[in-house]
């Protein structure tokens, strides 16, 4: 079974390549963003555990400090961190993940991993030999 797209050039294989691994980085970091995300969080969860602390033991100017302005601060601008993953989700990651696609679509007829299609096959014939 040939499980290679016909008819591309070495360049649009290669540029399909190209555009998978720039697809998979960005899953990456959408990884790191997320893992950004649920470390804010937690991190938040302990200034909230110190606040009624620092408010027992005399320290209400503290404890009003997190409680007024560092526990409903953003991370970026006024936003949370949940609405810094939700904009990347929307905007750039949604925008760049059509684009690979509609690229893919258009020269391989939507197949993914042109390049390790190919060197599969050359590998697995090489080793009939």
């Known amino acids: 079974m040939d499980r290679t797209p016909t008819g591309l050039t070495d360049d649009e294989r ?16 959408y990884g790191h963003l997320l893992a950004f995300h649920h470390a804010i969080g937690r991190s938040m969860d302990h200034f ?22 560092h526990l ?9 961190s949940y609405e810094v993953v939700e904009a990347f989700e929307s905007g750039f990651l949604t925008d760049v993940l059509a684009f690979e696609e509609a690229v ?3 020269l391989a007829g939507g197949q993914t991993h042109v390049a390790e299609r190919v060197q599969q096959q050359v590998w697995r014939e090489r080793a009939q030999d």
């Open 104 to 106: 893919r679509s258009d």
């Open 72 to 80: 409903p601060a953003g991370v970026v601008d006024d936003r949370w």
């Open 48 to 69: 909230a555990a110190a606040e009624p602390l620092l408010r027992e033991s005399g320290h209400t100017a503290y404890a009003d400090a997190i409680r007024d302005d």
């Open 14 to 29: 290669t540029a399909l390549h190209e555009l998978q691994l720039g697809v998979e980085g960005v899953h990456r970091a």
